[in-house]
Structures are given as structure tokens and as C-alpha cells.
């Protein structure tokens, strides 16, 4: 960094407004006081006693220099119009539509919005999880089913997942194959195929029409319409699969369900597939909100996050995450699936899309869709072109000679169009929303070569939709009030702003959850989002196209790699889950391809995020779990070396996260890398916690073989209401063969796909990559100091009232700290989810409650929280203590007093008669911030068991629930 004495006081005056200093929240003046407070003279000298010397080195990170805002968003422009935006008409499940302008605007680009984290404080995110209740009900009645979730990640790791669930539901112990059309989509084969190996599933690929359902099968899977566009009526096929006990799995396009027969209605037992199509911009891949829906006999067996009806402490009806049993954070290697962050803010909008347009617009649309696709195959027709002969919906298979192809491709490419060419020669167009008659005019004479002797309005008048009766839909849906009301723009925005406003996101406080820092999503790193060049490519559009992407990823990955000292990074894993199964599964294939594919043991410490042990579980491993100890919550190195070496013959990793997940630097970390290895194993680092490491210390360099990086925790992507994420791998040199492809055709010895698009979540990258390039390598590593230090600042100031439960070297915590609340529960029967709920009272949210250890609270604050709201927050916490104090001395009711009620909506406050034993001002304004701004839960506590015994997981039904 520039010597800031050396230069003119202008530009010191102007470096004080940089970007690096408007991300940080604490400014020299406050860095001082809380290091005064802390006892230490200077930032570093803080650092060097938090930060064992051992895995520390001199660390000069090779990154370009910090840009401000405009120069990095002027250098960011050039790169995106590296990308050439074509009309795409490829298809295979990626679509271009029409992001309605309020939509993107007051979602998309709201930080209302997108700065909001995973609905678990149920009473503060009523909003989302209103929206999500929608999507649910959207995508059931679409599908035809009886309940879907939230969201998963994509359609090919959505396929997976059904193909997982089957495979767990078939009663049949022997059956171990998995049918699939030879017809879906070819990433999501690709992503089958990965996730298949290690399971030891058999994965049979093939025509529906011929293939022979044997008793081997448990489970198959159909694209609808197929990937060439073709539209079968599976029912007999279905009805075959049931005969031997399998379970059928449809992989849907949602828009054309508008039309067609729903899966549901055709037998299927679980469909899946993308909401892309609906308002989200194809941005070369995702992020995508997926969907998976299924009958409710299954409601236990689904993956991923489902929303609930429930009830809150007035009686009224209230929205929650229903059925958590199912989920990685509680039942660990047991659970259904590794899913953690999902897709909400793209399920958001999805389900936004569903109601401002109504069955009845969705339906418009698909017609339209399916009526240009028609003609265009009419007038190809006349052309003398060969087209499909099974019923289409969007998209159409042209039989062409390779030769033909190629001119055409030639010309398609001169006009600025992208179509798919299939390997047999023959090219595939699909349809979509944004489709006009020109388009299909132009077409015709791309095919033609030739003058076209008719056109696209002479062809319509002689048109009628034709559709054969056994795959036309005949059942409404979407006659909920809610896809009925908001057709005007005034409307819908107001329907937006009142969820929204329910919401408590980081525009109202800090969110100082522990393990997800929730820091600045700064605008700048946002808005290159929304460009075109970035959301209008499809992410199998030819690569001379996509070298503004090409420059982003490698650039990225490059960054990435040199932070964490690894020599290759895979940017594909759509969230720290996807990174733990990929990080898992490189590792799996070095020890298979050195002759030991027997290793399969992993162990991992007892703390570990639940998405560990899931992660382990589908990679084919068995977990052994590690002992933690010691009034730091360290690993049991005696225990690990034990286990390491009692399968030293079958190791295959360990999994830990660093610092761990009781936020502090373990000091045994190099060894216990070299233990793993002196017995066989490689180390997987869950790197969740990059934000205390960034600039000081890395992964790499201490032994650690793999490791995932959350760009929605580190790397300022925000966390959407609970996604989208990335969680990127970086591995060591030995490793970097195996990292996912990003080829379809690449036929090397990597692990395969596992993600249905090439670079994952390709266009929520820019925010990193503006992140990165904004705070330069000083910028970095300052940001991991200040974290570090509000950490410490808040472990100091509360723990006089609730005790600090680790600490690691010279008494300090990490970039976080766990406080223990255990004893209130003796003392004044409260819980830490009381307290959590009386934060939202003092406005703000509550930190991560109960992990990794039950009764406490995990809290980080993050680099970008100013010394006020850290001191505000402490006050809230430390107000909180005395409140409970009172409850000690016998001065307030154990049963009812503040925190026990809380959270206090306004109706309850102000409506019907106050018998409370403590006033009204107590309950909603306790503390004097509150007087300038109030934020108010919209539902009294929620009671969660009662809804998962009255399970309701869409809006149907939902005005009765309340009066049950
Ligand atoms: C957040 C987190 C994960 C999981 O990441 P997702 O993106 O939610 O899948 C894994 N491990 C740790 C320690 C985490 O904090």
C-alpha cells in the first residue's frame, strides 16, 4: 500500500474516501479506542497474538492494485463487452424472458432484498418466506403434485437428488439402476453420472420407448418436453416403472406445463426442473432457483427447505421452515440431502413472476412460445426441412447433413444467432418468450439461403394450436387470491415493498451471524449483475463468444488461488455444499486413480457444519466422528491421531474448518494436516471462515490438500434471503486434474460435472471479482485485521455478561465468538432462543444461536460494521442481561415478562387490553434508538412443532389455518 505520510495531503484526504475505507466500518479514531479497550497498542500487535506465528508467513499477496469504484467498474465494462450478447434459440433448459422491469429493479437490484439471510428467525422474515410459500404453491400446482420445496441449487443437481431420494425410498435391497432418458438434457446426464459413482448406482441411459424396466431398477428419470423438443405421453412408461416398484422422476419445463398434461397427472412420484424461464436472466448458467416437488408421502425424504404454515403466539397464522429434522444441520450424515444455501432470491423471483401474470398470462405466454415454435416449424417445413414428428411445445430438431449444418451455422452466427447443433448433425431451435415474428422470419432465411416466399403473418392465419388431448393440460392452477390480485405495476409494487418491509435484511442492522459474516454488499460490486453482457448469454453459447466471462472466471480464479494458496480453483459449486461434495470427490479420484480406491473413511470433528458429514455421505464415505476438548474447543489431536491411524489402511480425508467452528485459530493445525497425510489421508478445509484469514494466512500453505471458499460469506455476494452462493474449491498441484470440467464433451479423468452449468453460478461472480479488485491485497488483509478486531471488541464488552465460551491463544477469539447462555436456563428459565427473539424487539437479528454448541450464541461482526452499531448491538445484548437479571432477583415474572413474550408485534402492543406485568413501552421500545427507528416482527412467536404436526406447505388453505 502507498505510504500515506509521503503523499500530498489531497490525495491522503481522497484515500480516506477510497473504496477499501468506505467497506470498512471502523476508521482509525475507532480502530484506536477499541484497541485501547482491548489493551493493545496497535492493530497488528492484536493480530500477532491471535494469530499463531506457526501457520503465519510473510504473506505479500500478488493481486492488481485497489481501484476505486469508478475506475473498477469502467475496467469491469471493458471485459463485459468482451461478451457478445447473440439471440439464443439453444435451448437444452436455458431460455431468455423478459425480467419484468419492477421485478428486477425491487428485487434483484434491492438490498431489501438481496441483503437478508436464511428465514431461520421465522418472526422477522415473514416476507420471504410468503413469497417462498408462493413458489411452493406455484410449482405444485404446476407440476400437479403435492408439495414441493423452496428451491435446490439446479435442475441437474435437482435430477440428482430425486435420483438419491429414490434410490433411498425403493424397498427393493438388490435394485442399483437408475433410468435415463437418453433424451433429458445433457448436463444434467453429466451431473447424474457424478453424483451415481459413488453410490455405486448404475446409471442405464437410454430410449424410453425400447428400454426394458427390469427389477434391478429403482427409479427413472424423463425430460418433458425431451431435450429435442419432442413431447411423450409417459403414462404407460410411468405405470411400467410403478410395476416394478420404481419411482419416476419428470424433469419438467415449468412453462410449458401452462399447457401440457402436468407430471403429477401423468403418475410421476417427483418432478423437478428450473424456473430460469420465469423472469430470471439466463447469466450464462445461474445462479437459478430449481425446483423439486413430489407427494406428500414422501414430505420427509425431500431435500432442500421447505417453507410452513404455523401458527404464532396470538393464534394467528405465521411462516416458518417446516420439517428441519430432514435437514444436514440436524441429522448430520442421516440427512436427505448436504443442502444448506439454496436459491431463494431466484425463487423470489420466480414466484413474482407467477403472480404478476397469473395462470392466465403464464398461459398467454406459453402459447405464444408454442405457437412461433409451430410456424417456424411450418415454414421450415416448406422449406423442405425435416423436422420433429412427435408433438412440440418450444422446441424443434431440424434434420440437416453436416455439411448443410455447417453453412447454416455459419450464416445463424453472421446474423448474430446461436442454435444448438447435435452431434448426429441435425440442429435444435428453441422458443422463448422473447421470440417475435421477425426472429422466425430470419430463421427461415438463415435455413433458406434463400428469399423466403411467405411470411410469418401468413403462415399465423392458417394456424391452430395443435396439441393431442392425452398430454393437453385440462386443471387449473393458480387460482389462489394471491396469483389473481396484483396485475397492475402499482400493485405488484406494493406488494413487493409490504413483504419486503416485514423483513429485517442488513438495510435495518447488522446480521451478525456467526459463520456467514454477513458483511457490506457494496452497490458497485452489484450493478455489473444487471448488465446484459452479462445476464443475456446462454451458458452453452459457443466460448468466441463468452471471453468477457473467460477473462472474469480465470481472473478470479487466479485471485482466488493466490489468496488461498492452492494451485487451481474450480469456480462451479453452487454453494459451500456443492464446494464440500466437489472438494470431497477430487479427492475421492486421486486416491482411486493411485490404486486405492478402497480409502473411504473421513472423519470429521464433532463440531463440523452439518453439511460435512452430508457431504461425506454422498461421496461414498463413511464418517468417523473427532473428539473436541479443552476450554478451547480444540480438535483432540490424540483422538484424531488415534482414529488416523486405526484406518490408516482405509483413510481417505479429513475434514476441518479452520479457524474452526468454535472461532479460534487451533494452534495444532500443521500437524494435524500431517497426521492425516502420514497416514494416507488428504485434508479437506472447510473454508467458510476465509474471512479471518484473507492476507494473513493461507489454506495452502499450512497442509491443507482442498479447500471451499463461501463467496456469499467472504466474498460480499449477498445471501439473497438464503441464496444464491458460490463455493468455489481451490486444490493443491496433485490435485488440479481431477477439478470438475467445464466441457460437456471433455472426456479427461476429472471428477465430471456437478453442476448443470459450466462455471455454476457464472453471473453473481462479478460481485467478487469487483470486490477483490476494489480492496487490492492491503485492502484484503486490513478488512481480515478490522474483522478480527470487532470480534474481539464484542467477546470483551460482553463477557462480564455472558461468558465468552472459547478462546484460543493469549485469550482472543478469531473474526468471531461464541457466548454461553446456558446457565439463564437454571437461573431464570430463559433460553437462547428467547433472547434471540427479544433482539428483534431492540431491532436487530439474533446471531447464530445453538451451533455449534447448544445454548449458545455465535456472533460476527464483520469488518463493515461501524463502532456504533457494535456498541449498539451491545447494548441491545447487555439490556437483554439485565432484563434477565431482573427475572434472577424475583423483580419480574418467570413466566411473563419481556423476554419470554418477545418478540412484541405492534397489534399486540397497542391492540385489545395490556396485562402484562410490565408496561407497553418496555415491550416495544426498550431501548432509546428505538425512538428514531423501530422495526417490528409481524408475528408473535412462532410455534414450530404445531406446524410441522399440521403440515400446510402452500398458500391453499392457509386463511382457514389460523382459525384450527
Ligand atoms: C455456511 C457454511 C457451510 C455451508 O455453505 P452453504 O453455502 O450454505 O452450503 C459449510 N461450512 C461452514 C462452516 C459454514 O459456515
Given at each position: 500500500?502507498?505510504?500515506?505520510?509521503?503523499?500530498?495531503?489531497?490525495?491522503?484526504?481522497?484515500?480516506?474516501?477510497?473504496?477499501?475505507?468506505?467497506?470498512?466500518?471502523?476508521?482509525?479514531?475507532?480502530?484506536?479506542?477499541?484497541?485501547?479497550?482491548?489493551?493493545?497498542?496497535?492493530?497488528?500487535?492484536?493480530?500477532?497474538?491471535?494469530?499463531?506465528?506457526?501457520?503465519?508467513?510473510?504473506?505479500?499477496?500478488?493481486?492488481?492494485?485497489?481501484?476505486?469504484?469508478?475506475?473498477?467498474?469502467?475496467?469491469?465494462?471493458?471485459?463485459?463487452?468482451?461478451?457478445?450478447?447473440?439471440?439464443?434459440?439453444?435451448?437444452?433448459?436455458?431460455?431468455?424472458?423478459?425480467?419484468?422491469?419492477?421485478?428486477?429493479?425491487?428485487?434483484?437490484?434491492?438490498?431489501?432484498?438481496?441483503?437478508?439471510?436464511?428465514?431461520?428467525?421465522?418472526?422477522?422474515?415473514?416476507?420471504?418466506?410468503?413469497?417462498?410459500?408462493?413458489?411452493?404453491?406455484?410449482?405444485?400446482?404446476?407440476?400437479?403434485?403435492?408439495?414441493?420445496?423452496?428451491?435446490?441449487?439446479?435442475?441437474?443437481?435437482?435430477?440428482?437428488?430425486?435420483?438419491?431420494?429414490?434410490?433411498?425410498?425403493?424397498?427393493?435391497?438388490?435394485?442399483?439402476?437408475?433410468?435415463?432418458?437418453?433424451?433429458?438434457?445433457?448436463?444434467?446426464?453429466?451431473?447424474?453420472?457424478?453424483?451415481?459413482?459413488?453410490?455405486?448406482?448404475?446409471?442405464?441411459?437410454?430410449?424410453?420407448?425400447?428400454?426394458?424396466?427390469?427389477?434391478?431398477?429403482?427409479?427413472?428419470?424423463?425430460?418433458?418436453?425431451?431435450?429435442?423438443?419432442?413431447?411423450?405421453?409417459?403414462?404407460?412408461?410411468?405405470?411400467?416403472?410403478?410395476g416394478q416398484q420404481a419411482i419416476a422422476t419428470v424433469a419438467a419445463d415449468l412453462l410449458s406445463l401452462c399447457l401440457l398434461t402436468p407430471p403429477g397427472e401423468m403418475g410421476a412420484d417427483i418432478a423437478v426442473g428450473t424456473s430460469q424461464r420465469f423472469g430470471v436472466p439466463l447469466g450464462y448458467g445461474g445462479p437459478h432457483a430449481a425446483y423439486f416437488a413430489t407427494k406428500a408421502e414422501y414430505q420427509r425424504q425431500i431435500p432442500g427447505r421447505i417453507v410452513g404454515v404455523s401458527r404464532d403466539s396470538q393464534g394467528q397464522p405465521a411462516l416458518r421452515l417446516a420439517l428441519q429434522t430432514r435437514e444436514q444441520h440436524i441429522r448430520r450424515d442421516k440427512a436427505t440431502s448436504n443442502i444448506c444455501t439454496a436459491q431463494v432470491l431466484l425463487a423470489v423471483m420466480a414466484a413474482m413472476y407467477g403472480v404478476y401474470h397469473g395462470a392466465e398470462g403464464l398461459k398467454a405466454i406459453a402459447a405464444q412460445v408454442q405457437q412461433q415454435t409451430q410456424i417456424l416449424a411450418m415454414g421450415l417445413d416448406k422449406l423442405g426441412f425435416v423436422v420433429n414428428r412427435e408433438p412440440i411445445f418450444d422446441t424443434i430438431k431440424v434434420q440437416t447433413t453436416a455439411e448443410q449444418a455447417q453453412a447454416i451455422r455459419q450464416r445463424a452466427e453472421a446474423q448474430g444467432y446461436n442454435f444448438r447443433y447435435f452431434t448426429d448433425g441435425s440442429i435444435g431451435i428453441s422458443c422463448d418468450e422473447t421470440t417475435v415474428a421477425s426472429n422466425i422470419e430470419t430463421i427461415w432465411a438463415i435455413f433458406s439461403a434463400a428469399e423466403v416466399p411467405f411470411t410469418q403473418a401468413q403462415l399465423v392465419q392458417n394456424f391452430v394450436l395443435n396439441l393431442p388431448a392425452n398430454i393437453t393440460r385440462t386443471s387449473d392452477f393458480l387460482t389462489d387470491p394471491v396469483f389473481n390480485r396484483y396485475r397492475s405495476e402499482t400493485e405488484l409494487l406494493r406488494y413487493i415493498h409490504q413483504l419486503q418491509s416485514k423483513d429485517l435484511s442488513l438495510t435495518t442492522s447488522m446480521i451478525p451471524l456467526g459463520s456467514c459474516t454477513m458483511k457490506l454488499n457494496a452497490t458497485a460490486e452489484m450493478m455489473p449483475v444487471t448488465w446484459a453482457n452479462f445476464g443475456k448469454i446462454h451458458p452453452f453459447a459457443p466460448r468466441s463468444q463468452t471471453k468477457g466471462y473467460q477473462q472474469m472466471c480465470d481472473q478470479l480464479e487466479h485471485w482466488l488461488a493466490e489468496i488461498t494458496g492452492f494451485a487451481g480453483v474450480s469456480l462451479q459449486p453452487n454453494a459451500g455444499s456443492q464446494g464440500e461434495y466437489a472438494g470431497l470427490q477430487v479427492i475421492r479420484q486421486y486416491h482411486i486413480k493411485r490404486g486405492e480406491a478402497h480409502r473411504n473413511i473421513c472423519l470429521i470433528p464433532e463440531s463440523a457444519h452439518g453439511t460435512n458429514p452430508a457431504s461425506a455421505v454422498m461421496c461414498g464415505f463413511k464418517v468417523i466422528p473427532i473428539k473436541c476438548c479443552n476450554s478451547q474447543g480444540d480438535i483432540e489431536i490424540e483422538d484424531l491421531r488415534a482414529k488416523a491411524e486405526k484406518y490408516q489402511d482405509n483413510l481417505a480425508a479429513l475434514m476441518v474448518t479452520y479457524p474452526s467452528t468454535h472461532g479460534v485459530f487451533e494452534v495444532g493445525i500443521k500437524d494435524i494436516c500431517q497426521i492425516i497425510h502420514d497416514n494416507g489421508g488428504q485434508v479437506y478445509l472447510d473454508g467458510a471462515n476465509m474471512n479471518a484469514m484473507v492476507g494473513i494466512c493461507r489454506p495452502g500453505d499450512f497442509g491443507a490438500d482442498v479447500c471451499h471458499l463461501n463467496l456469499h460469506k467472504t466474498f460480499c455476494i449477498p445471501h439473497g434471503g438464503g441464496g444464491p452462493g458460490v463455493g468455489p474449491i481451490g486444490v493443491a498441484a496433485h490435485l488440479v486434474p481431477y477439478l470438475p470440467k467445464t466441457e460437456l464433451e471433455d472426456k479427461a479423468d476429472n471428477i465430471g460435472f456437478i453442476s448443470a452449468a459450466p462455471y455454476g453460478s457464472a453471473s453473481i461472480l462479478p460481485i467478487s471479482w469487483m470486490y477483490i479488485a476494489m480492496m487490492g491485497a492491503a485492502g484484503l488483509t486490513k478488512a481480515t485485521k478490522v474483522a478480527i478486531l470487532s470480534a474481539n471488541y464484542i467477546a470483551k464488552r460482553l463477557d462480564d455478561h455472558y461468558p465468552v465460551l472459547f478462546k484460543g491463544m493469549n485469550g482472543c477469539v478469531a473474526h468471531e465468538c461464541i457466548i454461553d447462555l446456558r446457565d439463564l436456563r437454571k437461573s431464570a428459565d430463559v433460553t437462547v432462543e428467547d433472547v434471540a427473539k427479544r433482539l428483534m424487539d431492540y431491532g436487530f437479528h439474533a446471531p447464530t444461536i445453538s451451533w455449534p454448541v447448544a445454548g449458545t450464541m455465535m456472533i460476527e461482526p464483520t469488518e463493515s460494521e461501524s463502532l456504533e452499531e457494535l456498541d449498539r448491538f451491545c447494548e441491545a445484548m447487555i439490556a437483554i442481561r439485565n432484563e434477565i437479571r431482573q427475572i434472577e432477583r424475583g423483580e419480574m415474572s418467570k413466566e411473563d415478562n419481556p423476554v419470554k413474550n418477545a418478540p412484541h408485534t405492534a397489534e399486540s402492543v397497542i391492540c385489545g387490553e395490556w396485562t402484562h406485568p410490565y408496561s407497553r413501552e418496555v415491550a416495544a421500545y426498550p431501548a432509546p434508538w428505538l425512538k428514531q427507528h423501530k422495526f417490528w416482527a409481524t408475528v408473535g412467536r412462532i410455534d414450530n412443532a404445531y406446524g410441522d404436526r399440521n403440515l400446510v406447505c402452500s398458500c391453499v388453505g392457509m386463511e382457514a389455518y389460523g382459525e384450527g
Open positions: 500500500m502507498v505510504n500515506l505520510q509521503q503523499l500530498p495531503t489531497l490525495t491522503r484526504t481522497l484515500e480516506n474516501f477510497s473504496f477499501v475505507q468506505r467497506h470498512l466500518g471502523i476508521r482509525d479514531k475507532a480502530a484506536a479506542h477499541m484497541l485501547a479497550f482491548l489493551g493493545y497498542g496497535s492493530l497488528d500487535e492484536l493480530i500477532d497474538q491471535a494469530i499463531p506465528v506457526k501457520i503465519r508467513q510473510p504473506l505479500d499477496l500478488d493481486l492488481p492494485a485497489a481501484q476505486s469504484e469508478q475506475e473498477a467498474l469502467q475496467a469491469f465494462w471493458a471485459i463485459a463487452q468482451k461478451n457478445q450478447v447473440y439471440k439464443n434459440f439453444i435451448g437444452m433448459g436455458y431460455y431468455d424472458c423478459v425480467t419484468p422491469p419492477v421485478i428486477q429493479r425491487n428485487i434483484l437490484e434491492n438490498p431489501g432484498w438481496y441483503t437478508a439471510y436464511t428465514p431461520y428467525q421465522a418472526e422477522i422474515a415473514q416476507g420471504r418466506l410468503e413469497a417462498l410459500l408462493n413458489f411452493q404453491t406455484m410449482i405444485v400446482e404446476l407440476t400437479g403434485l403435492e408439495i414441493a420445496n423452496a428451491s435446490l441449487l439446479d435442475e441437474g443437481t435437482a435430477a440428482a437428488e430425486a435420483m438419491a431420494m429414490s434410490y433411498g425410498l425403493c424397498k427393493k435391497k438388490q435394485a442399483n439402476t437408475f433410468f435415463v432418458s437418453e433424451l433429458c438434457h445433457p448436463q444434467t446426464i453429466e451431473v447424474i453420472k457424478t453424483r451415481a459413482i459413488p453410490l455405486n448406482i448404475k446409471v442405464a441411459i437410454a430410449d424410453h420407448r425400447t428400454f426394458e424396466i427390469t427389477d434391478d431398477v429403482f427409479g427413472v428419470l424423463l425430460q418433458y418436453p425431451a431435450t429435442d423438443g419432442s413431447i411423450f405421453d409417459y403414462r404407460d412408461f410411468i405405470q411400467k416403472a410403478h
